[in-house]
């Protein structure tokens, strides 16, 4: 997936971004919003897409509307960001 560099969209809510995220994030589009979809509908819907949220719940979640989408490249950190951040990995504030 990283050679491929995917478009990284946090998915969290504004608050939870300002407290930390992935370096490298190209986008946020809050899944709790009424207008995610409408965020979402502008990608490529080919291209590799990297998502997030905070534990892994809301992206598991994402997953599911974007595949009915036709978003053919999307994937998820399966424990989210705080996952990421317990495992020792960077992130940014």
Known sequence: MQARSPVVIDI????????????????????????????????????????????GHRSGLALEIMRGMGFTEAHDIRDGIIGWKAAGLPVES
């Open 12 to 55: 969290r809510t504004p608050d939870e971004n300002e407290l930390f995220r992935l370096a490298g994030t190209d986008l946020l589009v809050d899944y709790l919003a009424p207008g995610f979809r409408e965020g979402l509908a502008h990608l490529n819907r080919q291209d590799p897409l990297l998502i997030y949220c905070r534990t």
